[in-house]
């Protein structure tokens, strides 16, 4: 049923010209995605949960060495969450879901090009992850005493080298994920080296100097430092640049690894 939705929404489209095409393919992606209760739950439920789970980790803590409160360490952390939660976790098993029914294969011989159709599936799981985003930002805003942005430019910014990044990596991580089973477990090294090393659960301030020294190099310490630094503040120019050079250099490896050894077809 899934392919067969994918195959004609594309066919519908294949005159058009890119956004069209794009959103075409989102639309049957967030189709496949509402039907998928696993999916769902992920993106819906998981997310909050979680932010519930780092709330118990974050009362012993001494926030103040981070420059944060117990509201601004919490939305920084739902963010976090949502992100590699949402987008990392429900792209992954889309990936390698759509490849192995063939349903990449078919796309290709279409109009789309190959950046358009690794887009046009990640579209669902980004929207969903932004709007979880909004609906932490909004919640720590009115009910965790967590404040405005202070530097709402360096909130955006973040979150955009946040996905891009995320969604290279999961394609990345597709190309050693066999089927849609073992893509829970293909995921786990990035989640947890997210949560406990790029300050999703703990502030890397918090750390000792030379732990969080190697956690600064981790994937995603750089979007999430860019996205502290919007919404808390305290963090300078030369850090600020360090953590976006961090987050384009995984970006880069990941986008040369998914052009390199992407698969579009199951291996026989």
């Known amino acids: 049923m899934g392919t067969t939705t994918l195959d004609r929404t594309t066919r519908a489209g294949a005159t058009t010209r890119a956004p069209a095409r794009l959103a075409a393919l989102g639309r049957a992606e967030l189709t496949l995605l509402v039907r998928n209760r696993t999916a769902l739950f992920v993106g819906l439920l998981m997310p909050p949960g979680m932010v519930l789970v780092t709330k118990s980790a974050l009362n012993g803590m001494d926030l103040g060495k981070a420059g944060l409160n117990l509201g601004q360490a919490l939305v920084i952390s739902g963010i976090g969450l949502a992100l590699v939660l949402v987008v990392h976790l429900n792209l992954v098993s889309a990936y390698v879901s759509r490849r192995e029914e063939l349903v990449l294969k078919r796309l290709r011989t ?12 990640a579209l669902p799981s980004v929207g969903l992850a932004l709007a979880q985003v909004v609906l932490v930002s909004v919640a720590g805003i009115a009910f965790l005493d967590a404040g405005a ?3 709402p430019e360096l909130l955006l910014v973040g979150l955009a080298l946040g996905v891009v990044l995320l969604v ?3 394609a990345a991580t597709a190309v050693v994920t066999r089927t849609t089973e073992s893509a829970q477990v293909t995921t786990l090294p990035m989640f947890f080296v997210s949560m406990f090393g790029s300050g999703l659960l703990i502030p890397l301030d918090v750390l000792p100097d030379k732990v969080a020294s190697v956690c600064e190099l981790l994937p995603l310490t750089g979007a999430m430092t860019l996205v502290r630094a919007g919404w808390a503040g305290g963090v300078g120019g030369g850090e600020l640049l360090g953590a976006a050079g961090t987050a384009l250099a995984w970006t880069v490896l990941a986008v040369f690894a998914v052009q390199r050894w992407f698969r579009w077809e199951p291996r026989r």
């Open 168 to 170: 290279a990596l999961s």
């Open 149 to 151: 942005p202070q530097r």
């Open 110 to 121: 279409g109009e789309l090009s190959d950046r358009e159709i690794l887009a046009g599936t």
